[in-house]
Nanobody, 121 residues
Framework: QVHLVESGGGLVQPGGSLRVSCAAS????????MGWYRQAPGKQRELVAR???????NYSDSVKGRFTISRDSAKNTVYLQMDSLKPEDTAVYYC???????????????WGQGTQVTVSS
């Protein structure tokens, strides 16, 4: 069993900052990458940012220069620092981990339950 637990969402004013975290736990053999996706009402889930085990990152164009993804490999935790937030960043943010688990050894995607981020005055 693998579990992803997110924390840190909430309400913030436009221009403000917020940091969300995601910790992966359970029978983890190896993590390939971790990332954040978001889904706004009536829209498809989209990639926000991703970081590989080697530290390579990629961001969606809409958040480049405003969001920063980082990780603590020892804690199997990924962070998303969100600055200069805009109302259009409002969405449910989902953590994703692409990993292999003990006993399975296939590369699979695991998802967190999501955390709401609302940017509003």
């Amino acid at each position: 069993q693998v579990h992803l637990v997110e924390s840190g969402g909430g309400l913030v004013q436009p221009g403000g900052s917020l940091r969300v975290s995601c910790a992966a736990s359970g029978s983890i053999f190896s993590i390939n990458s971790m990332g954040w996706y978001r889904q706004a009402p009536g829209k498809q889930r989209e990639l926000v940012a991703r970081i590989t085990s080697s530290g390579s990152t990629n961001y969606s164009d809409s958040v480049k220069g405003r969001f920063t993804i980082s990780r603590d490999s020892a804690k199997n935790t990924v962070y998303l620092q969100m600055d200069s937030l805009k109302p259009e960043d409002t969405a449910v943010y989902y953590c994703n981990a692409r990993l292999t688990a003990y006993g399975d050894y296939l590369l699979r995607d695991y998802w967190g339950q999501g955390t709401q981020v609302t940017v509003s005055s």
